[in-house]
C-alpha cells in the first residue's frame, strides 16, 4: 500500500496550491479518503474528507477556501488550497479509511510566508 503526496510548496498569503495524493495496492474507490495537517507543536488536525461517492466536508477553518476531490479512475485525491494563510503551514497528509483500517502518507511541506 502507498499513498504518496506531492504539490507542496511555498506560496505567499493569497496564493493558490493543488495538493495530489497517488494510492496504490488497495481498492481507492471503496475507501473514505481524507486529508489532515499538523503545524510545528500542534496535534494533526482533520482539513477535508471525501467519500466513495463523493460527498465532502470540510474543517470550519478551510470551508469556502479549499476543495477536496477524488479522481476513482487515477486513485488520486486531490486538495485544491485557495486564498492561503500563513496559518495554514503545516505538513499535509493523505489519509485512506476503511471500516477495517487506515492507511497514511509521508506528507508534503506547505509553508505560506510572504
Known sequence: VQLVESGGGLVQPGGSLR???AASGFTFGSYVMG???QAPGKQRE???VISSGGSANYADSVKGRFTISRDNAKNTVYLQMNSL???DTAVYYCKANSRLIA???RGTQVTVSS
Open 35 to 37: 486529508w489532515y495537517r
Open 103 to 105: 492507511y497514511w502518507g
Open 19 to 21: 495538493l495530489s495524493c
Open 46 to 48: 482533520l482539513v477535508a
Open 85 to 87: 494563510k500563513p496559518e
